[in-house]
């Protein structure tokens, strides 16, 4: 059995994916207004894959994540992700980004995520990875996590 995280709730392979899906599904909206919807797939024994659908007006070219999309993976604050008015350092590079219509997002590079998450998982689940790839567009987000 594999244990990971998702917004910051403990989740392992062993469980049932509509229990996963159902209690992921719940914080999102709560969180989130309704606006994501979340599928888990467990690919086999050592790896899975999480998929946030939602719908998001990027206005960049590249590969780039949104910091909504990082606090949903990972459950962490948005100051992690975001300068704040104060100025604060943030967890990881990220930079603001206003798209024509004039939504505004603060993105961040997937591989600081990735780096992140697995960190994530180390400290607060004790768990081991070899490898995470995250990627996003407007869509959605997906995340596969391959265990050791």
Not at 110 to 129: A, D, G, M, S
Request: glycine fraction near 6%.
């Amino acid at each position: 059995m594999k244990r990971f995280v998702l917004n910051g709730e403990k989740y392992n392979t062993g469980e049932l994916k509509q229990d996963i899906e159902s209690d992921v599904q719940h914080i999102l909206d709560v969180e989130y207004g309704g606006s994501v919807t979340f599928e888990y797939n467990l690919i086999n024994e050592n790896e899975i894959k999480l998929i946030f659908h939602r719908n998001i007006n990027y206005g960049v070219c590249g590969d780039f994540m949104t910091s909504l999309d990082s606090m949903m993976l990972t459950g962490i604050d948005r100051s992690a992700f975001e300068v704040d008015y104060l100025g604060n350092d943030p967890l990881v590079h990220c930079f603001p980004f206003n798209n024509s219509s004039g939504q505004s997002h603060w993105y961040n590079m997937p591989e600081e995520i990735e780096r992140l998450y697995k960190q994530e998982l180390t400290y607060l689940v004790n768990q081991k990875t070899k490898k995470v790839k995250i990627s996003a567009n407007e869509n959605q987000m997906e995340v596969t996590v391959v265990f050791r």
